[in-house]
């Protein structure tokens, strides 16, 4: 994945909090006793914007810009990639990096569902990933309720009609791998879309485990839980 990259923008409050690292109250109380200059003027206003051509000085000394991270996750069960439910934690609370916290995922797992999860503070580089644009294949391994169906390859192939929607999925790859396993590739991210789409074949999934996202596979040995950085390589996707 081939990005043009803006220069960096945030609010000072924020910079000086991921580039020094402080938590915002101890940045708060820095910015009200004038320890913090932009381009040599003090500067109180915590909210006020910076970008990589200003030099943000904390006690005299020059910050560096934040440098963005980029994690693979092997995503355990009863863990979330959003934050919106608060019955169970959050992938990013595995990272245990004063960077973690403000790592966001790049595409979400339902809470049941295990494997490969991208993690990034990034937003261009996700939203790039996971642009309906970019129709980037990801891949799973399911566990099926029933047998599969003689006829499955060719229906995930020709499209489903999923219950609620009024458009046909895009061609999808099935390869049967047992009477009730199957390895899925699919190029949108619709809501539930996995299991929706054997819903619509009237089977239903038991284990879903991604496996990969685009070029992007996860690493045989990241164990349920465990983490690691990707290399520029993967990066790049
Ligand atoms: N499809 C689903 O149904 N669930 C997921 O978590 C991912 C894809």
């Known amino acids: 994945m081939?990005?043009?990259?803006?220069?960096?923008?945030?609010?000072?409050?924020?910079?000086?909090?991921?580039?020094?690292?402080?938590?915002?109250?101890?940045?708060?109380?820095?910015?009200?006793?004038?320890?913090?200059?932009?381009?040599?003027?003090?500067?109180?206003?915590?909210?006020?914007?910076?970008?990589?051509?200003?030099?943000?000085?904390?006690?005299?000394?020059?910050l560096c810009w934040p440098r963005p991270h980029y994690v693979m996750l092997n995503k355990p069960a009863d863990y979330i990639c959003s934050t919106e439910d608060a019955g169970y934690p959050v992938v990013s609370s595995l990272i245990e990096q004063p960077w973690g916290a403000a790592l966001h995922s790049a595409g979400r797992l339902d809470v049941d569902t295990t494997g490969l999860v991208l993690l990034t503070s990034d937003g261009d580089w996700s939203h790039a990933l996971t642009s309906p644009r970019r129709s980037c294949l990801k891949t799973y391994l399911v566990g099926l309720k029933h047998p599969?169906?003689?006829?499955?390859?060719?229906?995930?192939?020709?499209?489903?009609?999923?219950?609620?929607?009024?458009?046909?999925?895009?061609?999808?790859?099935?390869?049967?791998?047992g009477t009730h396993t199957a390895r899925v590739s699919v190029q949108e991210g619709r809501y539930h879309q996995v299991k929706r789409m054997f819903a619509a074949c009237s089977n239903r999934v038991l284990t879903l485990h991604r496996e990969s996202i685009g070029n992007i596979t996860l690493d045989p040995e990241l164990l349920p839980g465990a983490w690691r950085e990707l290399t520029p390589t993967e990066v790049e996707n």
Do not use: C, W, Y
């Open 148 to 177: 599969l169906s003689v006829d499955i390859t060719q229906r995930f192939a020709e499209g489903l009609m999923l219950n609620g929607e009024n458009k046909l999925t895009l061609p999808a790859q099935l390869v049967v791998l």
């Open 2 to 62: 081939k990005l043009i990259t803006s220069p960096q923008i945030m609010r000072l409050d924020r910079f000086v909090s991921h580039s020094a690292p402080l938590s915002r109250s101890q940045v708060k109380r820095l910015l009200h006793a004038d320890q913090i200059d932009i381009d040599g003027v003090i500067e109180r206003d915590p909210g006020v914007m910076v970008s990589e051509d200003n030099k943000v000085s904390l006690q005299g000394k020059i």
